[in-house]
């Protein structure tokens, strides 16, 4: 059967499995191996809510181009096993042109996938593991997919036997589980879906987005980090403690979120860069210490990797739903900082922007990534080498007396560092006078507002602020984990013949009026995207900016992803 | 210099006036946290730490407007949080002396749960306790070491809870160095903060702190409190022993032993950020 798709589309692979099965893992060595022959790509995760085991779903999606997003169906099913499979129809759409491969031991795909009209190639993986010494059905498989995705064994065999020799796997056994699965797939040829030839496999880096933002934030200068256990978080921490004491820094597990966020800012009044990561009810907790960082103008960076909310919610799964927390949840008048990165790699970026801008401008940012992002795994152009300079300023040693808030002209006044004589001063959330002094007067209250608003009104934030995609008379409005459905939406309409303007918003908070006024010239017709049930994005940009009056929305809360089509039907609409 | 090591008492070169701000205490005439603060400042000359190497981080309260009094270096933090700001600091600057100035309220009620993990980690924190079984700035609530029928406007006839006892708890968290002193007696709390400053673990100093204006009858603790009359137990079992047979007026040093190492000391970097990142290249 030929496939109705151009050569170089994206090809979409999921593999499904009970725990222990391995599908994690095999999709994990995909997306390692692709990425080694040259090849951009994706891969996400999702479990049940069992701690340990249960059913697992890798969805794996390769490209020559770099992608950012899941698309709208899936090209190749591969269950290990059946088990608790209903779990997952929502997140494998098929169609008559997908196939499924299973194992027949493992008894019939459940209705619902094969109402899809995917046709069903029947492989004994199990059986053909037994085959060979030590072999899994989970590396058979992967041979299974080198065939059909005509795939180079060799760079499949080195990441296989890199991650797998160490737990005691031979190298011989393993190549020879590959080799099994590779064969058998000899009867999958006329369902074949070769990968687009890669045209140029430059140097390439394989990370989660949790893994980036870590990354980003010791290019950032971050040196102390407090965390409280929690899921999506969680997996950023533990990246981060042994690279920052590798670098003479080091990670403290707190009591909880509130401590934790204290401890950032003790390391950060004593000077050094400090950060900690939660998700939604770790925030929560954290909002009057961010009052807190604000009135007291001290740097602290908060990576929030946004899950189901409210409460608990969906802890394993993606929503956009802390954006209104993140933005108004302080109380006060307390202006702060908000950032988004738009992709997995990008995660790097803006959380070193974060830090950098936290600690130039002295106030806590709030980076808002979610469980898309921080825990899917992608295959990216490394970034450029990192040549950022510490932000911070600090105040010189002089013998004039020091006024900690200073009123300056770009309303950031030199901090001193505990240690240094003749500038000791009492950091405070009480409202204070220039000198730090407390104070509840009307002229010294309205100072220190205008001052803390101002330090970040005043800075120039430059085109990073959005990422712009196209040009057009139809905008997309959207941030975070959506600008990848966006992004590859756009780009479609384009090749359809509708000129669109995808722009991601990097820097929510403080908001640029002016910069979105420049980039909406000439644009009648706005279409907004979010992963949040109640439009928090769309009420956010009608609180800020000036919008043209036609005004699409397409808003979808989690636990399922914003697929391309979604946002490509709305585009149609206006054609 | 790593955490283990202390101020040792060397010449006398600060006098305590050096390390007392132009800021005009909020606090009521006669309230018993003056006398903290002159101890303080006495024992901070004594062990001639100078000021800009010294941080006073305190919460939300009377007793926790501490710092902003002092020339040290500083941090008003919010209502019950100081302990883990204090940790994060001193962790992140083992160098720097970190003292934390609190209240009943503040290091017992709100943040309950960081006093017991503050003593439970053993950071190297001088905890002072100002306690006077009241809220003070809040104007006259019940504490969590308020007696059950001491008589409030929130709680008629008082709360009708049994007052929780910090040194006993603070023993069995992990603390490993507890005392109590009395606000009245300047020579006895400066003793204690010099003992605790230079102890190299967590250091819980409670102070019976009266609050003149809300709790006026513990004017009367001057005639009622008395020395404790023991050495420091390193035994945890004796100091127990003792904590509970106490009637909660007496001073002294409690219970004293080495501090647990730190689990994760700073070390100096070992390995540069290029390397780290060579892992992800495919
Ligand atoms: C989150 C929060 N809740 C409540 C308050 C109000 N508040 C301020 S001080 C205080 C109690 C202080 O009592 P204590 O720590 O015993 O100190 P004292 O004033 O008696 O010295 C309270 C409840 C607050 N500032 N913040
Ligand atoms: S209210 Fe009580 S604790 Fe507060 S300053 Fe007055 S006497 Fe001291």
Redesign the interface.
Same mark, same amino acid.
């Given at each position: 059967m030929s496939a109705p798709f151009s050569s170089t589309d994206p090809i979409a692979i999921a593999i499904m499995g009970s725990g222990g099965a391995g599908a994690i893992t095999a999709g994990g060595l995909l997306l390692e191996a692709a990425g080694r022959a040259g090849w951009q790509g994706l891969m996400t995760r999702s479990v049940g809510p069992q701690i340990r085991g249960g059913e697992a779903l890798a969805m794996v999606r390769l490209a020559t181009a770099p992608i950012s997003a899941h698309g709208d169906r899936f090209d190749l099913l591969l269950a290990l096993d059946w088990e608790n499979a209903e779990r997952f129809v929502g997140e494998v759409p098929l169609d008559a042109n997908s196939l499924i491969i299973a194992d027949p031991a493992a008894g019939e795909p459940p209705a619902a996938l094969r109402a899809s009209g995917a046709p069903l190639l029947p492989l004994p993986l199990a059986q053909l593991a037994k085959g060979v010494p030590e072999g899994r059905a989970n590396i058979v498989a992967l041979g299974v997919l080198a065939r059909w995705l005509a795939l180079p064994l060799e760079p499949l065999e080195t990441v296989v036997v890199r991650a797998l020799a160490r737990k005691g796997g031979s190298a011989a056994h393993l190549g020879q589980a590959l080799a099994v699965g590779y064969d058998a797939a000899a009867g999958c040829n006329g369902f074949r879906r070769p990968l687009p030839p890669v045209l140029d496999a430059g140097a390439r880096w394989l990370l989660t987005g949790n893994e980036a933002a870590a990354l980003g934030a010791l290019r950032g200068g971050i040196r102390f980090a407090a965390i409280y256990p929690i899921t999506p978080a969680t997996d950023l921490a533990e990246w981060l403690t042994p690279r920052l004491q590798q670098v003479g820094g080091q990670l403290i597990q707190a009591e909880d979120e509130i401590a934790a966020l204290n401890m950032a800012l003790g390391a950060s009044y004593g000077g050094v860069p400090a950060l900690t990561a939660t998700s939604g009810p770790g925030l929560a907790l954290m909002t009057e210490t961010l009052g807190l960082a604000v009135a007291a103008e001290i740097p602290v960076v908060v990576v929030n990797v946004m899950r189901g909310g409210p409460s608990t919610g969906i802890p394993t799964k993606s929503e956009q739903s802390d954006l209104n927390i993140a933005l108004y949840g302080l109380h006060g008048d307390a202006p702060h900082l908000v950032l988004a990165p738009t992709s997995v790699s990008d995660c790097l970026f803006t959380t070193q922007w974060a830090v950098q801008l936290a600690e130039t401008l002295q106030c806590p940012a709030i980076v808002l990534s979610d469980q898309f992002l921080g825990q899917s795994q992608a295959v990216c152009e490394p970034p450029p080498a990192d040549s950022a300079a510490p932000a911070r300023v600090t105040a010189p040693v002089s013998s004039e007396r020091y006024d900690r808030y200073a009123l300056t002209a770009s309303g950031v006044s030199p901090m001193a560092i505990p240690g240094r004589p003749g500038q000791q001063y009492t950091a405070d959330g009480l409202e204070h006078n220039p000198h730090g002094t407390p104070s509840s007067g009307a002229a010294d209250h309205q100072a220190q507002l205008d001052k803390r608003r101002d330090k970040l009104l005043r800075h120039d934030y430059g085109a990073a602020w959005a990422e712009v995609e196209g040009e057009g008379e139809i905008a997309v409005l959207t941030w975070g984990s959506a600008a990848g459905p966006v992004r590859e939406a756009a780009a479609r309409a384009q090749a359809q013949g509708l000129a669109v303007k995808a722009i991601a918003v990097r820097l929510l908070a403080p908001a640029q009026p002016a910069r979105l006024a420049t980039l909406l010239v000439g644009v009648q017709r706005v279409l907004v995207v979010e992963q949040s049930h109640s439009q928090q994005f769309l009420g956010y940009l009608r609180a800020h900016y000036l919008l043209p009056t036609d005004i699409r929305i397409l808003n979808q809360p989690g636990p399922l992803p914003i697929r391309p089509a979604a946002v490509l039907a709305q585009l149609s609409q206006w054609k | 210099m790593n955490s283990m090591s202390k101020p040792e008492i060397l010449h006398f070169s600060h006098a305590a006036k050096d390390y007392k701000s132009d800021?005009k205490p909020i606090w009521c005439p006669g309230c018993g946290h003056f006398g903290v603060q002159a101890a303080l400042f006495r024992a901070l000359a004594q062990l001639n730490l $100078? /000021? !800009?190497?010294v941080?006073?981080?305190s919460g939300i309260g009377c007793s926790s407007r501490l /710092? =902003?009094y002092?020339?040290?270096?500083? *941090?008003?933090?919010?209502h019950g949080?100081a302990? $883990?700001? =204090?940790?994060?600091?001193?962790?992140?600057?083992p160098?720097?002396t970190v003292i934390v100035a609190s209240g009943d309220g503040d290091a017992l009620s709100i943040g309950g749960?960081?006093f &017991?993990?503050a003593c439970r980690r053993d950071v190297d924190l001088t905890c002072i306790v100002m306690d006077n079984a009241v809220y003070g700035m809040t104007k006259g609530q019940p504490s969590p070491t308020t007696a059950p029928d001491w008589h409030s406007k929130i709680a008629p006839g008082g709360p009708g809870f049994n007052p929780l006892q910090p040194l006993a708890v603070a023993l069995a968290a992990g603390a490993s160095f507890i005392a109590r002193g009395f606000s009245g007696d300047p020579n006895g709390i400066v003793h204690l903060l010099i003992e605790a400053i230079r102890h190299p673990g967590f250091a819980l100093v409670q102070v019976l702190s009266p609050c003149v204006t809300y709790r006026p009858e513990e004017k009367a603790w001057k005639q009622q409190v008395h020395a404790a009359g023991v050495e420091p137990t390193a035994d945890p079992v004796e100091a127990a022993r003792r904590l509970f047979a106490d009637d909660g007026l007496s001073t002294g040093i409690f219970y004293q032993r080495q501090p647990s190492p730190p689990t =994760?000391p &700073?070390?100096?970097?070992?390995?540069?950020?290029t390397a780290? !990142?060579a892992a *992800? =290249?495919?």
């Open positions: - | 800021v $100078p /000021p !800009e190497q941080a006073v981080v /710092p =902003a002092t020339e040290c270096y500083g *941090f008003h933090g919010i949080r302990l $883990p700001l =204090a940790t994060g600091l001193k962790l992140a600057r160098e720097l749960n960081h &017991l993990h =994760a &700073l070390r100096p970097a070992s390995r540069d950020l780290i !990142e *992800f =290249a495919l």
